[in-house]
């Protein structure tokens, strides 16, 4: 009865490849997140959708799509990774301005 | 935008003491939550308080929002209080703090 799973938990992969990570919440919630945590445990919003509306979207590269097909599901595609990208991404959903509740994480690694 | 500041940056105690964590903002917001980064790794929600106090078995959080502060008291302090703990707050798009990191000693 996980309330908000990431897959996979862990990526590795080369430099130039393009990936996705897929995260799906059972919680009811409205709105999603894509977190990016680097290597100082710093955290930072890249993106955030409301009904499957885009409401948030930091500047991050192109190269970062988001897509939700439903308000259950908000997945993260990443193309032509650098070595720059490797950090972990976490998911998240809540009611728009209420308790955030996050995934697991996904530790990105790229060689 | 809003500066989010917590203290101290570092905490080592010894199991069963007490601690205190400050997150101080620049704005007033209407959204404050705490959060515990495990070692594993895991983002735990503590407190969603914007205002006022709560309290939780052995921790408790309070929010003085027109001094734009709140703290976050650990009583008897276990091994597994140990991690990162995070204030975050905005209203669509939540701004963090750097992190207390916090390690408890048996």
């Known amino acids: 009865d996980t309330a908000v799973s990431q897959t996979p938990k862990y990526l590795v992969t080369q430099m130039g490849n393009d990936k996705s990570i897929k995260c799906e919440q059972n919680?009811?919630?409205?709105?999603m997140y894509w977190y990016k945590q680097d290597s100082k445990k710093f955290l930072k919003i890249m993106f955030s959708?409301?009904?499957?509306?885009?409401?948030i979207n930091e500047t991050v590269p192109n190269r970062f799509s988001p897509k939700s097909p439903d308000k259950a599901h908000l997945n993260l595609h990443i193309n032509s990774l650098e070595l720059g990208d490797s950090a972990v991404y976490f998911c998240?959903?809540?009611?728009?301005?209420?308790?955030?509740?996050f995934g697991p994480g996904t530790r990105l690694t790229v060689l | 935008g809003i500066q989010v500041e917590q203290s101290p940056p570092d905490l080592i105690l010894q199991e069963g003491a007490n601690s205190t964590l400050r997150c101080n903002f620049s704005?007033?917001?209407?959204?404050l939550q705490w959060f515990h980064q495990n070692p594993w790794g895991q983002l735990i929600n503590l407190f969603y308080?914007?205002?006022?106090?709560k309290q939780n078995g052995r921790l408790s959080a309070t929010t003085v929002a027109t001094e734009r502060y709140s703290l976050l008291y650990i009583s008897s302090s276990q091994t597994t209080d140990s991690g990162v703990y995070f204030c975050?707050?905005?209203?669509?798009?939540?701004?963090w703090g750097a992190g207390t990191k916090l390690i408890i000693k048996p």
């Open positions: 704005d007033s917001v209407n959204n």
């Open positions: 975050a707050l905005g209203d669509y798009q939540l701004i």
């Open positions: 308080i914007p205002s006022g106090t």
């Open positions: 998240a959903s809540s009611q728009l301005g209420d308790t955030q509740y």
């Open positions: 919680l009811g919630h409205d709105t």
């Open positions: 959708y409301n009904n499957k509306e885009l409401i």
